[in-house]
């Protein structure tokens, strides 16, 4: 193992300055990285290597007042922007939906001017799905926090269980979150508590006990699509699920702003929960329970625009009946 660590240092050497080297070494420690060969970790260290130019190449846009958000390093260094949303993503998208309602917007309603759901207790705490990917599970967020407005009662609700065990219409690390997660739980009559069926970060065999049912659905709402006014009108009843396009490589480093990217598409691959949104002069979606923990984006919370034509596809949402 000596000779190894060593051997990974001389390889190492010719390929990064003392100060690279000493941040990769600081990067590795923080965030406990360990790789399996020499050559993956020189493979690694390129990547990092090049990541930091990419970061200071946008910050530099911000500095201009090109674009309206700020990058830094995080514990994604070492991914490239193919397979950050790789191991990262894992919202599916299929042509049928079975909705109990549609949630539409009408010109003359009067909402809320800003909304954050996090005051009220109601916004979840920001947890690290891993390698598995299981986003579009954030419907656990929803459907907790539903139940929490409508009782005063807050369960935390199990993500592993739909992993496990709503095979139908998701594959385990991915799904649909009306679809694979609302319908699993009403079919189910019920999802289990998370203390009695923990988070393991994969697949596994579904191990379903009925007295540890913690909550349950009726089905669902889908907010209409593509309306980001019924979206708002949505987030003002509570928490909710949505839909975003989470490819982007400046998203894999984002710390701060008000997220707005132009090369966004609506070919959604990452499920989140929007808790709240800011006032129209402030213009953005308030998102947390992007599961990729809280040292990314702003303590696991991303600002992303509102009113910019659907940005990154967000205005696909859905709540759970309860």
Same mark, same amino acid.
């Given at each position: ?85 790789a191991t990262r993503n894992g919202f599916l998208t299929f042509p049928s939906r079975r909705r109990e309602g549609i949630l539409g917007a009408q010109a003359d309603e009067t909402l809320p001017l800003q909304v954050d759901w996090r005051t009220k207790g109601a916004a979840p705490p920001v947890k690290d799905q891993k390698q598995c990917g299981p986003c579009w599970a954030s419907t656990t967020g929803s459907l907790d926090r539903q139940h929490f407005l409508k009782d005063g009662k807050l369960v935390r609700l ?51 006990? @009925?007295?540890?049912? #913690? %909550?349950?659905?009726? *089905?669902?709402?889908? !907010?209409?699509?593509? /309306? ?45 929960? @929007?808790?709240?949104? #800011? %006032?129209?002069?402030? *213009?953005?979606?308030? !998102?947390?329970?992007? /599961? ?31």
């Amino acid at each position: 193992m000596k000779f190894l660590t060593l051997l990974a240092w001389v390889v190492a050497d010719g390929v990064a300055s003392p100060s690279r080297r000493q941040q990769w070494g600081d990067f590795k420690a923080e965030h406990g990285r360990r790789y399996a060969s020499v050559q993956e970790e020189r493979y690694r260290l390129s990547v990092f290597e090049q990541n930091p130019q990419f970061i200071d190449d946008d910050n530099a846009r911000f500095e201009n007042g090109d674009v309206t958000f700020m990058l830094e390093m995080n514990q994604f260094g070492d991914m490239t922007s193919e397979v950050f949303p790789a191991t990262r993503n894992g919202f599916l998208t299929f042509p049928s939906r079975r909705r109990e309602g549609i949630l539409g917007a009408q010109a003359d309603e009067t909402l809320p001017l800003q909304v954050d759901w996090r005051t009220k207790g109601a916004a979840p705490p920001v947890k690290d799905q891993k390698q598995c990917g299981p986003c579009w599970a954030s419907t656990t967020g929803s459907l907790d926090r539903q139940h929490f407005l409508k009782d005063g009662k807050l369960v935390r609700l199990s993500q592993q269980n739909p992993v496990d065990c709503s095979k139908f219409a998701n594959m385990g690390c991915g799904g649909l979150m009306d679809q694979a997660a609302f319908h699993y739980i009403k079919a189910n009559k019920g999802i289990v508590t998370g203390d009695s069926y923990p988070y393991e970060a994969q697949d596994g065999q579904c191990r379903f006990d @009925a007295t540890n049912v #913690g %909550a349950t659905d009726t *089905g669902c709402v889908a !907010v209409e699509h593509g /309306s980001e006014s019924a979206v708002k009108k949505a987030v003002a009843i509570g928490p909710i699920s949505v839909a975003i396009d989470a490819s982007q490589p400046t998203l894999q480093f984002y710390p701060n702003g008000v997220y707005y990217e132009e090369y966004c598409s609506t070919m959604l691959d990452h499920g989140v929960l @929007a808790v709240g949104y #800011g %006032a129209p002069e402030k *213009g953005y979606w308030l !998102v947390p329970k992007n /599961s990729w923990n809280t040292s990314w984006g702003n303590k696991g919370y991303i600002q992303m625009s509102l009113d910019k034509n659907n940005n990154c596809g967000i205005a696909q949402a859905s709540y759970p009946h309860v």
